[in-house]
């Protein structure tokens, strides 16, 4: 594998560890190849997570020319400052593509730049993962996910593993040929083996779609209660054959006290 950009950490000793884990894991690095992992190269904190928050919900192409229109309200075609997030009009950002609440988001990312909650690049680098998720969650509408994103992606910490993320719950049950995606605890238990790699073992999650997606099926995990209250309902529609009640003693005294007709 060839290294094809510059990694806070070595590359090398992580596919070294995690193939030595299980045969499953090392045939997906085998499969997968060259090692892509690529950085952002936002210059500050506020503009990838600006650009983060533009990405949410919608597709990467239409996110792309939704930030392009945001990048057009700064000047010289650069992202727009904190300050001048917060001099736009909220008709201007909605113009823009944004949601209401995006743009709300933004001016509070914007807000909180200013007053020193959301770190420099130099800072966050000084900061522990724990610091910066504490932090940054802050911000109205940044959740842990986009942190981990920031933290996997721009920052290039090599330990990061986001369990609520769908492509490797997803990736993590091709891999290892499990018939329902797992929960998030349960990811995170396993995941502890991964450590302290367990950011390229993600990568490798998101890669075994790519491979494994279209050969295997894998069904969302359904909780305890639904598959409970599925049972009873199945159960409730199951056809069962009547059986012929029997008469109690007292009703079988009456009938034999009545008095009994004369046949004909």
Known sequence: ??????????????????????????RL????????????????VYESLLEAITHQSISGKAAATIFGRIKMLGTEGRCPTPQQILAATDLALREAGLSYAKAASM????????EGIVPTIKEAHA????????????????GAWTVEM??????????????????VQKGFALTYGKKFMPKPRELAAFGERWRPYRTVASWYMWRAIEIYGKKRKVMKAVSAKKAKKGKRIKGANRTTKKTPTTRSKKTERKAKSAPQRKKR
Request: net charge neutral; aromatic share 8%; charged share 30%.
């Open 1 to 26: 594998m060839t290294e094809t950009t510059k990694l806070p950490f070595d590359h090398v000793k992580a596919h070294a560890h995690l193939s030595g884990l299980d045969k499953r894991l090392a």
């Open 29 to 44: 690095i085998e499969k997968t190849g060259t090692f892509h992992f690529k950085l952002d190269t936002c210059d500050s």
């Open 107 to 114: 001016k509070d990312l914007a807000q909180k730049t200013i």
């Open 127 to 142: 900061l522990s993962d724990e610091e910066l998720v504490t932090r940054l969650i802050s911000v109205k509408g940044i």
């Open 150 to 167: 920031f933290l996997m992606f721009r920052l290039g910490r090599p330990d990061v593993l986001p369990i609520h993320d769908y492509g």
